[in-house]
């Protein structure tokens, strides 16, 4: 089992099972996320952010989800790195472009500007809430974190923010794009049949990904 996690195969398999175990969370956090949208008082976001906050599951999966990311980063680092000092000096570029698409070629570019716009989204919004003093509120004769009011305020106030959310859901939107088949296919799950179906389930999933955070921010921005 050492052998095969340390084989350039066993690399790709673990950064393909991190990256769909983000990808699934991804789905989380955008649901979550969405309630800012469909309650202005800001009750339903506030519980649903306590809820993740205090329950015993969730307080057990946020390590592991950060310990997902770490990983993930460190082992596509490696992977990428192996690919550079495996790639011959020089080759046609004409041919490269043929071989493979954008985003494949430059996922190691697109996957540091979402760990640069995760940094910033830990800064601003996870490290206030976690380590902070955000605003309290008390719903039902619950006291909680008036989460609401902090994500909603920093995007009605802050258009810099705003755009740099609205990037860096496109960056991770074109990261996923390549990332879900690519995935599946270092898993074992792609072939010549499946290939496409699978490149169309990675596009409509990047779509929804990018499209859902991005609206978010512009909401706030607009109304």
Not at 188 to 198: A, D, E, V, Y
């Amino acid at each position: 089992m050492g052998r095969f996690y340390n084989s350039s195969i066993g690399k790709k398999f673990f950064v393909s099972i991190t990256g769909l175990f983000l990808m699934m969370f991804l789905l989380v956090h955008l649901a979550l996320n969405s309630l800012l949208m469909f309650d202005d008082s800001g009750e339903l976001f506030n519980h649903a952010a306590h809820w993740m906050g205090t329950n015993p599951i969730m307080k057990v999966m946020e390590p592991v989800l950060g310990l997902g990311f770490v990983l993930h980063i460190i082992y596509a680092l490696i992977v990428q790195i192996v690919n550079w000092t495996k790639r011959p000096v020089r080759y046609a570029k004409m041919d490269q472009k043929e071989a493979s698409t954008w985003t494949s070629r430059n996922m190691i570019y697109l996957g540091a500007f979402v760990l640069i716009f995760l940094g910033i989204h830990l800064v601003n919004f996870f490290a206030v809430v976690k380590f902070g003093t955000p605003p309290p509120i008390t719903i039902d004769g619950v006291e909680m974190h008036d989460s609401y009011t902090l994500v909603s305020g920093l995007f009605k106030t802050c258009v810099s923010i705003d755009v740099l959310y609205v990037l860096g859901s496109i960056f991770l939107g074109l990261h996923l794009k390549h990332g879900v088949w690519s995935s599946f296919q270092s898993i074992g799950l792609s072939n010549t049949i499946w290939r496409k179906r699978l490149e169309m389930v990675g596009s409509i999933y990047a779509i929804i990904i990018a499209v859902g955070f991005s609206i978010i921010p512009l909401y706030f921005l607009i109304f």
